[in-house]
């Protein structure tokens, strides 16, 4: 199961393009709400998720994706079960994923210490980073990191996670359905 965690303030774009990218190749996606079901992104609209933070079944878990959104980022920040589950998922080998302004989380957590990594292109959240070798693409994945730099990279984002879970030809497939050009 991929689980996709929001929290109030997520940037809805980070969150629901890799999440149907995801769906478009078979994996199971799940959406999990911190405060609840209903999650509203930064943009003011308004994600019914599958299921509240609390009900995620960690034994199920094959990656975890944070979206960005400065807000989001802090109501992931002060939700111990949402970074007890992104220390769940990295210590037992599993997938963790995040964009734009959530890396700076796994940096937090050390995820991201000695891995090549992207984020958001601000001083604020690479100076977070010191510990990463940052670079300069949409999406890049270090072992079982797999980070991107922001909206306007979701989908290759996305097709990065795609990739790691169905690998390279379900990834082909899904982009020529989307007609990546």
Do not use: W
């Amino acid at each position: 199961m991929v689980y996709i965690i929001l929290g109030e303030g997520f940037e809805e774009t980070e969150a629901i393009a890799p999440g149907d990218l995801l769906r478009r190749a078979g994996a199971p996606v799940c959406y999990a709400g911190i405060g609840g079901r209903r999650v509203t992104g930064s943009h003011g609209i308004v994600i019914e998720a599958d299921i509240a933070l609390e009900e995620l079944d960690l034994t199920q878990l094959e990656m975890i994706v944070l979206p960005g959104g400065l807000q989001g980022v802090e109501t992931i920040l002060k939700t111990p079960a949402a970074l007890e589950a992104v220390r769940f998922a990295y210590e037992n080998g599993k997938f963790v994923a995040a964009i734009c302004a959530a890396p700076t989380i796994l940096a937090r957590l050390g995820i991201t210490d000695g891995k090549k990594a992207v984020c958001y292109p601000a001083a604020d959240l690479e100076a977070e980073m010191t510990k990463a070798t940052l670079l300069q693409q949409p999406a890049v994945q270090d072992g079982n990191v797999i980070t991107g730099a922001s909206a306007g990279c979701a989908v290759a984002f996305g097709l990065e996670l795609v990739k790691a879970l169905q690998g390279a030809e379900a990834a082909n497939s899904v982009a020529k359905g989307i007609v990546i050009r």
